[in-house]
């Protein structure tokens, strides 16, 4: 599903942020992408989430080359991942059930099913009561689970989160945990950049580690093992 | 209830929304003005050319020692044995200083003012009699007698307002042009101020046209708000010309404007201006949009 070869990363013409980087993540996977701040991991994100282009090496995703695939042939590769943002990237000025029938929208789905499965998720993510809420009025946790019901909306192959407990109490972290769970059980490959290791210690799944641009290996089949 | 969702890409609190219907006004009001420049000219100089093509006017000055009746009978008789000359008629007097009140004032045309007597002479194609030809007949065989050919300075006359019609057409395109870089303009600053937002569009699978459709449905419709706001102050303003123009009282004056068509053409300028406004702001944001990851 998704297959990095070699993969080296700058912004602009700064100094390279990922050196080599070389995985392979199988459908149906759960993993966490772990490190200390500043290793990499919301960079590698970026590339899987097709925000950016490698400086080098190979990148597939769902069998797509991404180095070769032309630009309106990412929009496809797109639609089929979901992205958690640590900064959550709500628009201001949406409330919360059109931010998260964005994706619908911007694939063209009929109005009345976007009311429909938006206000069916949102209920479920605990927040019925707050459909019509512009973001500024949630609290943090709210914000998260909008971002995360925004993600998950169009039922994606890949969920992607950056950070997602990040502004989570304990209980409400591994309630989220749990959520991603049963997405990663219904079929959604889940890869979840955390450095909060109770949250990896209770909830084990296959680690990647990230440390000063390079992955380690050796932690990755350690824990996966 | 379903309740009526946001614009996605927040353009209407943007500075240039507020400032953009008043360029479209201040654009739509002089390319009105411009248009209808161009429509008044170019029915001014096709009657100018239709009106006056093919007559000359002969003019008798009156003399102290001969009779004025006796001239004109002997004028009529020359004017029948010129030939290509196929018809003629004799001014009245009474239009002639209506002609001369034009100028001085109704009622203020002195009694005792020598007038000239005016016939008009009609040329029948193909016979090359022009007015200097016919001059040199009449004035043989009788004193005091001029010809004028309007043709040749209605000529003069068209010419100048053809040059001026091209001058009008080339401020209209000027105004097109401006509109089109205003637009481009505030287009890539939309961008540049939306980019988050753009980009987490296009993160979640939003293809180029459906960000571009979010800046040409603004453009349009800021366009057609100026649009109207400039047409207004555009009437108004030919109204007051007409009104000034009215008060001209000369038979060269122009009509403001001209026909019930050209006030159909003036008023597809809002309409053409959103259009512009529209297509410039989706080729714009499309090209600016190709440029991101």
């Not at chain 1, 100094?15 to 199988?26: G, Y």
């Not at chain 2, 002089?30 to 248009?35: D, I, N, Q, R, T």
């Not at chain 2, 988050?196 to 046209?209: K, Q, S």
């Amino acid at each position: 599903m998704v297959r990095f070869e070699n993969v080296g990363m700058r912004y602009g013409m700064g100094p390279e942020v990922l050196h080599d980087v070389t995985f392979a993540i199988e459908p149906g996977e759960f993993r966490y992408l772990v490190g200390p701040s500043g290793a990499g991991k919301t960079s590698l994100l970026r590339l899987m989430y097709l925000a950016h282009r490698p400086s080098r090496g190979l990148i597939s995703m769902f069998g797509t080359d991404v180095m070769m695939a032309r630009r309106h042939e990412l929009v496809g590769l797109r639609r089929g991942i979901g992205v958690v943002f640590q900064d959550y990237r709500l628009l201001a000025h949406l409330s919360a059930l059109d931010n998260v029938a964005l994706p619908l929208r911007v694939a063209g789905a009929k109005e009345e099913e976007v009311q429909d499965h938006v206000s069916e998720l949102l209920a479920w993510v605990g927040l019925a009561d707050h459909i019509h809420a512009l973001p500024d009025s949630l609290s943090g946790g709210q914000k998260q689970r909008v971002a995360i019901a925004r993600a998950v909306i169009t039922r994606p192959r890949l969920l992607l989160a950056d950070e997602p407990t990040g502004n989570l109490d304990e209980m409400l972290g591994q309630r989220l945990l749990r959520l991603f769970e049963e997405l990663n059980r219904i079929g959604t490959t889940v890869v979840i950049a955390t450095h909060n290791q109770n949250l990896v210690a209770r909830n084990p799944h296959p680690i990647m580690a990230l440390d000063s641009g390079e992955l380690q290996l050796g932690a990755a089949m350690e824990e996966a093992g | 209830m379903a309740r009526r969702s946001a614009a996605v890409v927040p353009l209407g609190r943007d500075a240039p929304s507020r400032f953009l219907p008043w360029i479209f006004a201040l654009m739509v009001y002089l390319a009105v003005l411009a248009l209808t420049g161009v429509l008044i000219l170019h029915a001014a100089v096709e009657r100018w050319q239709r009106g006056e093509v093919d007559t000359l006017t002969v003019q008798i000055m009156p003399l102290e020692n001969e009779s004025e009746e006796a001239r004109m009978a002997k004028l009529r008789s020359l004017l029948g044995d010129v030939e290509g000359v196929s018809g003629f008629r004799t001014v009245a007097q009474s239009e002639t200083i209506y002609l001369i009140e034009r100028w001085l004032g109704a009622g203020n045309v002195p009694s005792d003012l020598p007038l000239p007597r005016l016939v008009d002479v009609d040329i029948a194609p193909g016979y090359g009699l022009d007015a200097e030809t016919l001059a040199l007949r009449l004035q043989a065989s009788l004193a005091g007698v001029t010809v004028d050919d309007a043709k040749l300075w209605l000529d003069r006359l068209a010419d100048f307002g053809r040059s001026l019609e091209l001058l009008a057409v080339a401020v209209v395109i000027l105004i097109g042009l401006a509109t089109v870089a205003t637009v481009v303009f505030t287009t890539r600053m939309g961008i540049s101020i939306h980019r988050n937002v753009i980009e987490l569009l296009h993160l979640i699978g939003a293809r180029d046209g459906y960000v571009a459709v979010q800046f040409q449905r603004q453009a349009m419709i800021l366009g057609l708000r100026g649009g109207v706001l400039g047409i207004i102050f555009a009437v108004a303003t030919l109204y007051g010309l007409r009104h000034v123009a009215g008060r001209l009282e000369t038979p060269l004056a122009p009509d403001i404007p001209v026909a019930h068509w050209a006030w159909g053409l003036l008023a597809a300028v809002p309409v053409v201006t959103a259009v512009i406004a529209m297509v410039t702001a989706r080729l714009t944001a499309l090209r600016e949009l190709a440029k991101m990851p």
